[in-house]
């Protein structure tokens, strides 16, 4: 048996590519193909835009694939939404859509929009925006280059962003944000409901996520003198308590403890200090709670 599952191609081709090589699927693709090789003889993968993959999983020509929650809002695709995986093509930070104009424009608030023309690539986000809002204004396809387009062609954009600096560099200002999105690993609703297929992709969430949650966090080793034991304690986080072995000296302990990697620059003089010594940093592949 096999699972067909879809691969985003283009910007976020390669953080995918390498998500899946952390939780255990090593993908090999040649520039030019759109159905790389995998190392799961489970696992049929084809590489398509984002912005199809939720219809086509809707439709059931793929079991199962990796996209964002805007375009499954986008196309109102009716899929099952396994898990959410928060990374980007450049941060781990939640991609947005946002309503941008010309840092120069006289729209100050979302109403000026009232009459106006935005340029988009999510024709129905934007609408349901608007609408929530109450606000009349003319929505058209963008088919690229949308920061370009305004003020010559539109009054404002919706366009999307993960740190804003792109919008920044062509001189626009952000009004609001329209929308949060991060990837989804997504099922076919009959797939959903086979044994086996449902089996393969909760295997695949599970290790998926537990390949993010690694990705901010490290490990730790050291090794410390029983009288420095609760003072070393006292400054550790951990997802419980950190593993506590003793060693040969019976004085001395070795300890082992994952923490977040953001805190290792000030943890590691601190524990040091405390006593610590033979410390050892590693990176971690995965982490499952």
Known sequence: MQLKLALPKGSLQDSTLELMRKAGFHCTINSRSYFPWIDDEELEVMLIRAQEIARYAEDGVFDAGLTGKDWIVETSADVVEVVDLVYAKQTRQPFRWVVAVPESSDIKTIQDLEGKRIATEVIHITEMYLKEHGINARVE?????????????????????????????????????????????????????????????????????????????????MNIHRENLDTVLDLLPSLKNPTISPLADGNWVAIEVMIEESTVREMIPALKRAGAQGLVEYPLNKVIY
Do not use: Q
């Open 141 to 221: 396809f963008s088919w690229g280059a949308t920061e370009a387009k305004a003020p010559d062609l539109v009054d404002a954009i919706v366009d999307g962003t993960e740190t804003g600096g792109s919008l920044r560099a062509n001189k626009l200002r952000i009004l609001d944000t329209i929308m949060y999105s991060t990837n989804k690993l997504i099922a076919n609703k009959k797939c959903w409901e086979d044994p086996w297929k449902r089996h393969k992709i909760e295997n695949m969430a599970m290790l998926l996520k537990g390949a993010i949650i690694a990705e901010g966090m490290v490990g730790l080793k």
